[in-house]
């Protein structure tokens, strides 16, 4: 499916304050989940920004990416909170379930694994996301439901 991505632009203010939502759209539209070198040089030419801003924010925050990804992008919090409460142990179990590493997407490329800083649920820590779905309190056996769930087997 192509998306019309000059439409996509106008539904959004010539104002930079919009940058982020502009580029979340933009990333969401691609089947590969990240942003592209035009996607950057649309933005910018829209929301009349240099280039170079335009890539500090894509750059900046975790939420986007310059690389093909998985249809579905699994966080983990790598917070000390989310450390202390067992955080690698839940990243040690969604590697042996979907047999990638950190940074890296399934042959199927239905999930990306990725650390990524505080999801502001420190108070049901240890966390993961999964696309824009927080879930907390993770232990190894509910992992792999939560994935069988993405997985289309659950």
Known sequence: MTVDKKGLLEKFPRSPDVLLALL????RANPQNYLTPEDLALAAEHLGLP??????????????????????????????NCHLFGAWSVVEEIKEFLGIEV???????LFTLELTSCLGAC????????????????????????????KGEG
Not at 24 to 27: F, N, R, T, V
Not at 66 to 77: A, D, E, N, S, T
Not at 125 to 133: I, L, Q, R, T
Request: aromatic share 8%; with cysteine; proline share 7%.
């Open 103 to 109: 940074g890296e997407t399934t042959p199927d490329g």
């Open 123 to 150: 108070g049901v820590a240890p966390v993961m996301m999964v696309d824009d779905e927080v879930f907390g309190n993770l232990r190894p056996e509910r992992v792999r439901e939560i994935l069988r769930r993405f």
């Open 51 to 80: 280039l170079s801003r335009v890539r500090d924010a894509v750059t900046f925050y975790t939420m986007f990416s310059l690389r093909p990804r998985g249809k579905h992008i699994i966080r983990v919090c790598d917070s000390p």
């Open 24 to 27: 979340h759209e933009l990333q």
